[in-house]
């Protein structure tokens, strides 16, 4: 079974970076080498959203709301993704998890996420 454990948010003003990860676990490399990852964010009283992913070539999608301020990127030899986000505005206040994009398959079993709040 695939856990996976995000790291990385916390609370920071606005205009400040910081950098997410999300380590894979039960899984071997070559198997997540293949998978589409994606990071997801969750804010208080809305939906979870996608908000960026990266495929198995590294080609990499953002939600118009992070384009360029955010990057996503892998490392399959650590079964490791990232997320740079700079330029933090309030409104990027969330949970932020990482899975594997529903176009590869069914999400896996969700991680605890890592907090993000950004503060005016």
């Known amino acids: 079974q695939v856990q996976l454990v995000e790291s990385g948010g916390a609370l920071v003003e606005a205009g400040a970076s910081l950098t997410l990860s999300c380590a894979a676990s039960?899984?071997?490399?070559?198997?997540?080498?293949?998978?589409?990852m994606g990071w997801f964010r969750q804010a208080p009283g809305k939906e979870r959203e996608l908000v960026a992913n990266i495929s198995i070539g590294g080609n990499t999608n953002y939600a118009d709301s992070v384009k360029g301020r955010f990057t996503i990127s892998r490392d399959n030899a650590k079964k490791a993704v990232h997320l740079q986000m700079n330029s933090l505005k309030p409104e990027d206040t969330a949970t932020y998890y990482c899975?594997?994009?529903?176009?590869?398959?069914?999400?896996?079993?969700w991680g605890q996420g890592t907090q993000v709040t950004v503060s005016s």
């Open positions: 899975n594997r994009h529903p176009r590869t398959g069914e999400h896996w079993d």
């Open positions: 039960g899984i071997v490399e070559i198997v997540f080498s293949v998978q589409t």
